[in-house]
Nanobody
Framework: QVQLAESGGGSVQSGGSLRLSCAAT????????MGWFRQAPGKEREGVAG????????YADSVKGRFTISQDNTNAKKIYLQMNSLKSDDTAMYYC???????????????????WGQGTQVTVSS
């Protein structure tokens, strides 16, 4: 059973930075795709960034140049989302997700992911 655990959310002022972490356990394959998604109240869940097991990354246009997804060098099943120049529009619940196999789309699409974390809240105040 794959389990995901996020951490690192919080409150920050506009222009600030936060780093989210996600640790995955229970993987049975070395080929996988992991991603960060977010959902604001009243909005659909959207893909923010994705990373494949080979290190290939993808981003939503709204976060390109501000957010960076990466893998832990010693534990590839741990990923991070470095968020810089945060805006009030970035306020949302952020979720880590994973799937076996390749990353299908760029940025990731929620329907393609089978495993989800509980989420961590990010609040950006102006």
């Amino acid at each position: 059973q794959v389990q995901l655990a996020e951490s690192g959310g919080g409150s920050v002022q506009s222009g600030g930075s936060l780093r989210l972490s996600c640790a995955a356990t229970g993987y049975t394959s070395n080929t996988y795709c992991m991603g960060w998604f977010r959902q604001a109240p009243g909005k659909e869940r959207e893909g923010v960034a994705g990373i494949a097991s080979d290190g290939t990354t993808s981003y939503a246009d709204s976060v390109k140049g501000r957010f960076t997804i990466s893998q832990d060098n010693t534990n590839a099943k741990k990923i991070y989302l470095q968020m810089n120049s945060l805006k009030s529009d970035d306020t949302a619940m952020y979720y880590c997700a994973a799937r076996f196999g390749v990353c299908y789309t760029s940025p990731p699409r929620a329907a393609d992911f089978a495993y989800w974390g509980q989420g961590t809240q990010v609040t950006v105040s102006s």
